[in-house]
């Protein structure tokens, strides 16, 4: 059976610094960070038979008729919000952060998207989340921040939070019980999964209907609640969430996603204080790209 994160007082901070959650039982994707790199050995996600397919369709114009004029094709320059920042040499790629192939789309083509692989059970997310909540406060209008929640640690209940994220996302709720969410996991433990004294595994884990009692302080009726994590919609969202967990190549939690194209950690970054300043890096990188089909 593999190995539980054991979380002892004191060791806390200096154990997840730059730890990250996966998978111990397959090998790193190509472009990760060297192990060696982060104090907790950081194992990969199973590797998967293909990559989340990206259907790219569209309809037929209609053609004009043959008596119309020919109109001028002309394109209205848009200038970006941001300028390109200055490349110093100090982010270098293949080491800092890599570049996704294929790129993945994003659902707002019009911002920056930059989006955070986590879970709820994971100590290195929850130790993380400060440090993802000043990303978030600090992005510029032409960006904005997403939650992408991993499953791929089914021997610490990973499954059952994706499945959590996504109903509340569905009832509206997820965003003013992001943080509480971690809080239950990882303060009052009335959601963990490992006793947080001990750090063994409880015995018996979080259910949907503790998560749904959780949820009921914003609102939510239990049965709702539960009801709209076992639909067809959810299930839906949780498969595609894992094929794009796999097709940007990400392999341990917390990971950042920049507009699809581009991943990195806090061990590729160099620590918190460096991702923050990666990530906005990145950001304006992209954002000086906006308006010409970036």
Same mark, same amino acid.
């Given at each position: ?38 104090? #907790? ?11 989340? *397919? ?7 114009? *209609? ?21 390109? *920042? ?58 904005? %921040? ?13 499954? %059952? ?31 963990? %999964? ?25 609102? %939510? ?28 190549? #990400? ?27 990666? #990530? ?15």
């Amino acid at each position: 059976m593999p190995k539980r994160h054991i979380l002892l007082p004191g060791l806390l901070s200096s154990l997840l610094l730059l730890g990250a959650c996966s998978s111990p039982s397959s090998t790193p994707a190509a472009g990760s960070a060297p192990a060696a790199s982060a104090p #907790v050995p950081a194992a990969t996600a199973p590797a998967a038979a293909a990559s989340a *397919p990206v259907a790219a369709t569209s309809a037929a114009a *209609p053609a004009a008729p043959a008596s119309a004029p020919a109109a001028a094709a002309t394109t209205a320059a848009v200038k970006p919000p941001v300028a390109p *920042p200055a490349d110093t040499g100090r982010w270098v790629e293949g080491k800092n952060f890599f570049r996704i192939e294929p790129a993945q789309p994003t659902d707002d083509p019009s911002k920056v998207v930059v989006t955070e692989v986590f879970s709820f059970a994971c100590p290195a997310c929850n130790h993380f989340e400060p440090i993802m909540d000043k990303i978030a406060s600090s992005m510029p209008s032409y960006a904005k %921040v997403e939650y992408l929640p991993a499953s791929f640690r089914p021997d610490e209940d990973w499954p %059952v939070f994706q499945r959590a994220y996504y109903a509340a996302q569905a009832l509206g709720v997820d965003a003013r019980s992001h943080d509480a969410m971690f809080a239950a996991v990882w303060k009052s433990g009335e959601l963990a %999964v490992d006793n947080l004294v001990t750090g063994t595994p409880k015995s018996n884990p979080p259910t949907l209907d503790d998560i749904a009692r959780f949820y009921a302080r914003y609102g %939510v009726k239990p049965a709702d609640f539960v009801a709209t994590a076992n639909s067809f919609a959810v299930n839906s969202r949780m498969k595609r969430a894992d094929q794009t967990i796999q097709a940007m190549g #990400v392999t341990g939690t917390p990971t950042i996603v920049v507009d699809g194209k581009y991943r990195l950690d806090v061990a590729s970054a160099g620590g918190y204080p460096q991702t923050i300043e990666l #990530v906005r890096w990145l950001v304006q990188r992209e954002g000086a790209k906006l308006g010409s089909g970036h």
